[in-house]
Nanobody, 121 residues
Framework: QVQLVESGGDLVQPGESLRLSCVAS????????AAWVRQTPGKQREIVAS???????YHADSVKGRFTISMDNAKNTISLQMNNLRPEDTAVYYC???????????????WGPGTQVTVSS
């Protein structure tokens, strides 16, 4: 069974750092594209950062200079390094990815269950 599982969410103080990880498990050949998306109750989901299999990245203006997305193609793992966290970064962070299975089937728009990040003093 193919799935995405996030980890690394925690309660931290403003200014601290966290590293989120998303592992694509199952019969996965590759990750074509991945993104970290966050959601706060009552607000729309926000694309925080994205990355292609070729390493092209995007970071939202709200996190530029503080967050960095990366991908380990060999381990099918997508990471989000978050530095200098702010209270407004508090949200559930979801991993979203387009996957290719070992059978060469494409599985677009796969989601993990999310991991909670809370930034509070």
């Amino acid at each position: 069974q193919v799935q995405l599982v996030e980890s690394g969410g925690d309660l931290v103080q403003p200014g601290e750092s966290l590293r989120l990880s998303c592992v694509a498990s199952g019969s996965i050949l590759s990750v074509d594209f991945a993104a970290w998306v966050r959601q706060t109750p009552g607000k729309q989901r926000e694309i925080v950062a994205s990355i292609t299999s070729g390493g092209i990245t995007y970071h939202a203006d709200s996190v530029k200079g503080r967050f960095t997305i990366s991908m380990d193609n060999a381990k099918n793992t997508i990471s989000l390094q978050m530095n200098n966290l702010r209270p407004e970064d508090t949200a559930v962070y979801y991993c979203n990815a387009n996957l290719v299975t070992e059978q060469r089937a494409r599985l677009p728009n796969q989601w993990g269950p999310g991991t909670q990040v809370t930034v509070s003093s």
